[in-house]
């Protein structure tokens, strides 16, 4: 490419003829350098809590092709002091069904999978917990929530504003289980070759991998390498170290040749994490013009018995409307079930679900539009703590977003319009989230030939990053793009952060910056802007810059607008329409940025109408375990979708004024269905999914079409 690369222009993805042509190579395809490699196959638990007591590997092991059958008795030994979640293989506790207990090594995938289905495991059972209830009597306060939260916060006295408010609300909302189902499976091949582990993982940060393998097999950081050039999806599931890359880590030395292992569409459904099932009561008090007197959210998730992960659920509410009396709270109980983990905006997602149905309910009880509602109760400070903003745009999203949607034509009374068999509706909420700057490692370097290489750790699964950060690079440079090459997705590069939070444009963005801009500087200063003839590197560390950024609220504002149509027979709901408005600072690349804005409101229509971990506590396990019974939004159940943003200039956010936008897009779009839908029927569902049988029969009668 000769033309410039400027921030602000859409770009194609640099790798997407690599994807398109089936070129570009993910962990499980490596060739191993063409040394003969090995497959895995995971082996998982029967029961939901007990002890393994007899392993019969016999026909497993006598099956052709099979090398090597690791269980608890056999495998390698790996550091006590590491996380439980890593520390496979290694005792014969079950801690819940679908727990991997062994891993079957052989020639090829097939021969892996018949002596997986050879092994015979006798297990010691015991009575399991494993369903989630706001009366549990194992409930308990965490230390913190996720990722360093304050569990609870309380401002003003809510109880007394509460009982002193004009209009109260106080309902309960509901949110099963959620599966991360990326396109790519997890997976990782790996090789020990002269002392030092090799490892292709699909991971969303190989820094964190890498540190996890240096501490489980007792090597320093030299003696272990992590890439992962592309990653097919992750959506918060892969941002820690998984079991794969460990498990392939031990196979291999096991049987001394490289071992692919990715796990299968229906073990995802488990090991690698899962957003926990929620219980929110809301309580909301207002005056009689809607305006917010006290606010109230109180979460109720589940952990595993292995670690403690609490889902941050009612932190959006400490930061979203204004309220004199307010409180927080998140309870927690342990089960017999897999760790839940981060899923797309854990915390903001679900959480506002609730809220924002709640403000909704409010609305309609004081009588008060819902965008005027909203925007009623913005405020100029953080709620909680009382410092500025960097910027706060939400009045903004909301009044483009009813501009664009045509929402002043909105009758409000529910249940009433009709197009032929459709009752037709239209809902709306706010979104929110964390605009964060962690710091990061990059090195830029100028070559003789006048072409530049930029190296950072970052991790591209798929939002675009790779191509985000080469025009960050080409714009501090000052050169065109086709002089610029950018290595991204290897622990052997300066370290950065995981892909995570939508802080990856931000965080690893200013690191490239800064490297850029100091290696042209010095190029001007000390070699007359010619590099000189062995070339010219530089490496910086923005930890202390990022660190040092003065404290203010730094938070991606949005509204999203829907209308929904229900069948008056069968109930079924068709999304008709979706749109989203976001003040989300400087877009880098608003190609890749629309992408991932529209791939979050997609999900967030999965999530409101499609799906659901189903779990049988019989078992204590999940009765849906692939994508014909874990249903997922299709590109048939949204007709039109359109994401857009407001400008945003923000200096304070960070130097480059960047927010991340790969998550807001599904902070409160499923509240924005759930509303449509009650505008459509009248009928107010507070647990999700809103499917037809939960409508079928409470449909109002036919009415005249509108």
Not at 329 to 354: K, N, Q, Y
Not at 533 to 552: F, N
Request: with cysteine; charged share 25%.
């Amino acid at each position: 490419m000769s033309a410039p690369a400027p921030v602000g222009r859409g770009r194609p993805r640099l790798e997407g003829r690599e994807k398109v042509t089936g070129a570009a190579r993910y962990a499980a395809e490596y060739p191993a350098d063409g040394l003969a490699h090995a497959y895995g196959w995971a082996v998982q638990a029967g029961v939901a809590k007990g002890r393994i007591v007899r392993i019969d590997s016999g026909a497993a092991e006598a099956e052709p092709g099979v090398l090597a059958v690791l269980t608890h008795e056999n495998a390698p030994r790996l550091d006590p002091a590491e996380s439980p979640e890593l520390l496979l293989l290694q005792q014969p506790l079950v801690r819940y069904r679908g727990e991997i207990v062994a891993l079957v090594v052989a020639e090829s995938l097939e021969a892996a999978r018949e002596g997986a289905g050879l092994l015979r495991i006798d297990y010691d059972s015991e009575p399991h917990s494993s369903v989630l209830t706001e009366r549990h009597p194992s409930l308990y306060k965490p230390d913190h929530v996720n990722p360093a939260y304050p569990t609870d916060t309380s401002v003003g006295d809510f109880d007394a504003g509460y009982a002193a408010a004009e209009v109260r609300l106080d309902q309960t909302y509901r949110t099963p289980a959620y599966h991360n189902n990326p396109m790519e499976p997890h997976a990782a091949t790996a090789w020990w070759a002269e002392g030092r582990l090799l490892v292709h993982d699909s991971s969303q940060g190989t820094t964190d991998v890498r540190a996890a393998l240096c501490r489980l097999f007792a090597l320093p950081p030299e003696a272990v390498r992590v890439t992962a050039e592309h990653v097919g999806g992750g959506f918060g599931s892969k941002g820690s170290p998984r079991c794969t890359p460990v498990l392939a880590a031990m196979a291999a030395r096991q049987v001394g040749r490289p071992v692919r292992l990715a796990l299968t569409r229906q073990q995802l459904f488990g090991p690698i994490g899962y957003r926990t099932p929620i219980i929110q009561r809301v309580r909301l008090g207002a005056d009689a013009d809607g305006r917010l007197s006290a606010i109230c959210h109180d979460a109720i998730s589940q952990t595993s018995t292995r670690i403690e992960f609490a889902e941050q659920t009612a932190v959006l509410t400490r930061s979203l409307y204004s309220a004199p009396h307010r409180r927080t709270t998140h309870r927690l109980v342990r089960l017999d079930v897999p760790t839940p983990s981060w899923m797309r905006a854990p915390g903001e997602c679900p959480g506002s679900f609730a809220l924002e149905c709640a403000m909704d309910e409010l609305a309609v009880a004081c009588g008060v539009d819902p965008v005027e509602l909203r925007i009623r109760n913005d405020t100029e400070v953080e709620p909680e703590e009382g410092i500025p903003f960097s910027s706060r745009n939400l009045v903004a999203c909301l009044r483009d977003g009813a501009r664009r949607f045509g929402w002043a034509e909105r009758d409000p009374a529910p249940g009433i319009r009709r197009q032929g068999r459709w009752l037709v509706g239209t809902g709306m909420a706010s979104a929110v989230y964390p605009a964060r700057t962690p710091g990061a490692s990059a090195e830029a370097a100028a070559g003789p030939d006048g072409t530049y290489q930029v190296r950072i750790n970052a991790t591209d699964i798929g939002t675009g990053a790779r191509t985000a950060l080469w025009q960050i690079a080409a714009e501090a440079l000052e050169v065109p793009g086709d002089r610029v090459g950018i290595s991204i997705g290897d622990s052997d590069l300066p370290p950065a952060a995981v892909a995570g939070g939508s802080t990856g444009t931000a965080g690893w963005g200013l690191a490239v910056d800064r490297a850029c801009r100091s290696l042209r500087r010095q190029l001007r200063e000390a070699h007359g802007g010619t590099p000189p003839p062995d070339g010219l590197t530089v490496r910086v560390d923005t930890a202390e810059e990022a660190g040092s950024l003065p404290r203010l609220a730094r938070y991606a504002f949005g509204a999203h607008f829907v209308e929904a149509r229900v069948d008056i027979d069968s109930g079924e709901i068709r999304i008709g329409r979706m749109l989203g408005v976001f003040a989300t600072g400087r877009v880098v690349n608003p190609t890749t940025a629309r992408s991932q804005l529209i791939g979050g409101m997609t999900m967030g229509i999965s999530m409101a109408l499609h799906e659901e971990g189903l779990l049988d506590q019989r078992f204590g396990d999940w009765v849906n375990h692939d994508l014909a019974t874990y249903h997922i939004t299709a590109c048939a159940d949204v007709e039109q979708i359109e994401a857009h943003w407001v400008p945003e200039e923000d200096d304070r956010v960070n130097p480059l004024g960047v927010k991340g936008l790969g998550e807001i897009g599904i902070v409160g779009s499923a509240a924005a269905v759930a509303n449509a839908v009650h505008h459509a029927t009248g009928l107010r569902l507070r647990t999700l999914p809103i499917q037809l049988d939960k409508l079928v029969d409470r449909l109002p009668a036919d009415r005249a079409t509108s």
